[in-house]
Nanobody
Framework: QVQLVESGGGVVQTGGSLRLSCAAS????????MGWFRQAPGKEREFVVA????????YYADSVKGRFTISRDNAKNTVYLQMNSLKPEDTAVYYC?????????????????WGQGTQVTVSS
């Protein structure tokens, strides 16, 4: 089992920045990828970005490319999401997720482990 705890959400004005953190504990050995997803009110949960735990290769949704940056600190078992140039449409609950296996995925159903989510609100 893997436990994930997100932190760092909040309220920011358009154009501002936030950094989210996701700390993993438990059976972290063998995690292949960790990802961030988000869910806005009345919408489905959508993929934002993923990172390979071993290679640090990253995969971004088109909507956040150039604005968001994912990184990881293996020693701390923590993944970070730096969000810059935030827009009102980025407002959502952001979830951290982890999966084992041999490939990354943007399909939320491929991630069995989830954090509780952290709210990000971007005001116009």
């Amino acid at each position: 089992q893997v436990q994930l705890v997100e932190s760092g959400g909040g309220v920011v004005q358009t154009g501002g920045s936030l950094r989210l953190s996701c700390a993993a504990s438990g059976r972290t050995f063998g995690i292949y990828a960790m990802g961030w997803f988000r869910q806005a009110p009345g919408k489905e949960r959508e993929f934002v970005v993923a990172i390979s735990w071993s290679t640090s290769r990253t995969y971004y949704a088109d909507s956040v490319k150039g604005r968001f940056t994912i990184s990881r600190d293996n020693a701390k078992n923590t993944v970070y999401l730096q969000m810059n140039s935030l827009k009102p449409e980025d407002t959502a609950v952001y979830y951290c997720a982890a999966r084992y296996g041999s490939s990354w995925s943007q399909n939320l159903y491929d991630y069995p482990y989830w954090g509780q989510g952290t709210q990000v609100t971007v005001s116009s």
